[in-house]
T-cell receptor, first 110, second 112 residues
Framework: EADIYQTPRYLVIGTGKKITLECSQT?????MYWYQQDPGMELHLIHY???????EKGDLSSESTVSRIRTEHFPLTLESARPSHTSQYLC?????????FGQGTRLTVV | AQSVTQPDIHITVSEGASLELRCNYS??????LFWYVQSPGQGLQLLLK??????LVQGIKGFEAEFKRSQSSFNLRKPSVHWSDAAEYFC??????????FGGGTRVLVKP
């Protein structure tokens, strides 16, 4: 059983609000990732980190930002939410091989 | 550019029938290969993985996958589908444990 947690599971928020999606893992993995998943199912990598104080943009451009101050914690922040940010956000972590995923956060911006 | 392709967006199969999901990859060298399953509203669960060695890989829930280098493919199979197998299935690849590249996914519907 993978130990990676995302909160909240569901979030409905108004346009212009600042939000932070939390992701934590207890496996000591160096690598962590954020994926955005559209209603049509495809996953797009938006951020990744290979360790503390390391963050990189992913393949899909995103207005969100991330930080990696602690190994176990990889939060994602949107400074000003917009309806176009409505999506599911999946966090994952890995050490050497396969990635383990959290349950996801479904974000709706109204 | 590295890519993973799942040609089938939707597949409908009768319960008890066999299932095969296709996956093709485009990488400079043979990547690590994975199949994940996602139930509605959930995260992704790893079904199986291939790094090297035996080209037929066994996974959880009765799934298996076969790696074919000549076809750049890693197809997923199950001999007899159960209603609980209805889900989205994602093929993914990575180079030496780096970030995963996912295919577009295949939605499997199971008819009673």
């Amino acid at each position: 059983e993978a130990d990676i947690y995302q909160t909240p599971r569901y979030l409905v928020i108004g346009t212009g609000k600042k939000i932070t999606l939390e992701c934590s893992q207890t496996m000591g993995h160096d690598k962590m990732y954020w994926y955005q998943q559209d209603p049509g199912m495809e996953l797009h990598l938006i951020h990744y980190s290979y360790g503390v104080n390391s963050t990189e943009k992913g393949d899909l451009s995103s207005e969100s930002t991330v930080s990696r101050i602690r190994t176990e914690h990889f939060p994602l922040t949107l400074e000003s939410a917009r309806p176009s940010h409505t999506s599911q956000y999946l966090c994952a972590s890995s050490r050497l091989t396969e990635a383990f995923f959290g349950q996801g956060t479904r974000l709706t911006v109204v | 550019a590295q890519s993973v392709t799942q040609p089938d967006i939707h597949i409908t199969v009768s319960e008890g029938a066999s299932l095969e999901l296709r996956c093709n990859y485009s990488y400079g060298a043979t990547p690590y290969l994975f199949w994940y399953v996602q139930s509605p509203g959930q995260g992704l669960q790893l079904l199986l993985k291939y790094f090297s060695g035996d080209t037929l890989v066994q996974g959880i829930k009765g799934f298996e996958a076969e790696f074919k280098r000549s076809q750049s493919s890693f197809n997923l199979r199950k001999p007899s589908v159960h209603w609980s197998d209805a889900a989205e299935y994602f093929c993914a690849a990575s180079s030496a444990g780096n970030k995963l590249t996912f295919g577009g996914g295949t939605r499997v519907l199971v008819k009673p």
